[in-house]
């Protein structure tokens, strides 16, 4: 006779980016398995697979995990670790003064997502201006792009901001008309975005760089120099390394 499957309980949550409101389940113990195999990897390929995976394994609703911001995937992997393993986590922050380290209790409660309301409409001139989407997970992948970005050439940061910026630009629009990029081939886009000036194609860029992210502070007094700390994380890898 079969051994009896036992049922989880069952919670909801809300996808930041687009108000979804999805129905998931905690991760089970094979699945921690997997997930703490991938962390101990430190393979950052090895671990976004595996949060995939159990991902689309642990939400009900019908979900294209690809097609998520990469702030909506940090955000329902904190609530989900939060039913699963606890609501608090281990941190290691070290003094700004003597780096000397400091272990640190979060409740994931705590933690917040900010920028949800980033402005998704840019004006470049006083008339021109476009509207934005945020990068999705897949077009993250597709364009190699993690922590280590600021460790490249300027030419190869600079090449793949031109490409996450043409996937991302929504519309163009001026006074008279809006211009859908969908209804444009790659090489008019490609085109408007060579056309830009250094200050807009940087107030393009700047608004990537405020794209929402889980942030909470850290504050502390150091035990050994007695300095007062505060000190921001920021990003999904920042709790959970």
Known sequence: MALPVLNSSRYTTVIPSTGQEIEYR??????????????????QKMMLKALKDILKSCVFSELNI???A??????LFLKLRSKSVGETVEVS????????????VINVEEIEMDN??????????????????????????SLK???DIEKLSNKQQLKIMESMLGACLDTVFDSDNVWPTSDQSEKEINEFIEG???EQFAKLA??????????????????????????????LASFFT
């Open 26 to 43: 905690p991760f089970l113990v094979k699945e921690e398995k997997i997930l703490m195999v991938a962390m101990e990897s430190k393979d």
């Open 66 to 68: 690809d097609e998520l």
């Open 70 to 75: 990469s702030f909506d995937l940090e955000q």
């Open 93 to 104: 922050v070290k003094c700004k003064k003597c780096e000397t380290p400091k272990p640190t």
């Open 116 to 141: 949800l309301d980033n402005e998704k409409m840019i004006m470049l001139t006083d008339d021109v201006g476009v509207t934005l989407r945020y990068p999705s997970l897949g077009l993250l992948e």
């Open 145 to 147: 792009v993690d922590k």
């Open 196 to 198: 830009l000036n250094s």
């Open 206 to 235: 700047e608004w990537f760089n405020n794209m929402p992210a889980l942030v909470h502070t850290v504050k502390f007094v150091c035990d050994s120099c007695e300095e007062k700390n505060e000190i921001e994380l920021k990003g």
